[in-house]
T-cell receptor
Framework: GNSVTQMEGPVTLSEEAFLTINCTYT??????LFWYVQYPGEGLQLLLK?????DKGSNKGFEATYRKETTSFHLEKGSVQVSDSAVYFC????????????FGKGTMLLVSP | EPEVTQTPSHQVTQMGQEVILRCVPI?????FYWYRQILGQKVEFLVS????????KSEIFDDQFSVERPDGSNFTLKIRSTKLEDSAMYFC?????????????FGPGTRLLVL
């Protein structure tokens, strides 16, 4: 079956530091890949996505590249802000007619001033 | 910007009681979902719903669970006889199309605590 593995949190960084949150996946087909973010007290919001190999998703300074050869979709940001503190979820959907998201456990990011 | 809403935000219930969690999906969306997240664990798919019937469901979605779209706007999840292990955050989501590239839009969740 499908699965998503994320690095354990919390990740604690100072403002303006570089961020990487690792995500690897297992899928039987060719999935679309997503990063969702959950700010405190809010729901899951789509941060970025990539639907095929070598695509790069980007939004709000965050980037992730769909790497089929390493089955990875690592999230990066060059300079984090305090307002980026949240829980980040990596997820996939199989492109085979099924529409259910498979999520990782989530990684909490804490950014201090 | 349109958003998915859920009520209540928190619910505390006694084991064995019935609970109904409510969701209002985005108005022009056609596919609706429930997911849950037990504290410290992954977000897990429960059920998807399209054209007034269940299109997919997970092993978690047993006979204790049911979903309904009672009118043109609400989408509900009912748990008939709650168990302690049903304590979790329940998320509703909706999307226009059920394809891999379409974004699912999530509500803020209902935190259910079963005592």
């Amino acid at each position: 079956g499908n699965s998503v593995t994320q690095m354990e949190g919390p990740v604690t960084l100072s403002e303006e530091a570089f961020l990487t949150i690792n995500c690897t996946y297992t899928a039987t087909g060719y999935p679309s890949l997503f990063w969702y973010v959950q700010y405190p007290g809010e729901g899951l919001q789509l941060l970025l996505k990539a639907t095929k190999a070598d695509d790069k998703g980007s939004n709000k300074g965050f980037e992730a590249t769909y790497r089929k050869e390493t089955t990875s979709f690592h999230l990066e940001k060059g300079s984090v802000q305090v307002s980026d503190s949240a829980v980040y979820f990596c997820a996939l959907i199989e492109n085979s007619g099924y529409s259910t998201l498979t999520f990782g456990k989530g990684t909490m990011l804490l950014v201090s001033p | 910007e349109p958003e998915v809403t859920q009520t209540p935000s928190h619910q505390v219930t006694q084991m064995g009681q019935e609970v109904i969690l409510r969701c209002v999906p985005i108005s022009n969306h056609l596919y609706f979902y429930w997911y849950r997240q037990i504290l410290g664990q992954k977000v897990e798919f429960l059920v998807s719903f399209y054209n007034n019937e269940i299109s997919e469901k997970s092993e978690i979605f047993d006979d204790q669970f049911s979903v309904e779209r009672p009118d043109g706007s609400n989408f509900t999840l009912k748990i008939r006889s709650t168990k302690l292990e049903d304590s979790a955050m329940y998320f509703c989501a909706s999307t226009i199309l059920a394809s891999g590239s379409e974004t699912q839009y999530f509500g803020p969740g209902t935190r259910l605590l079963v005592l």
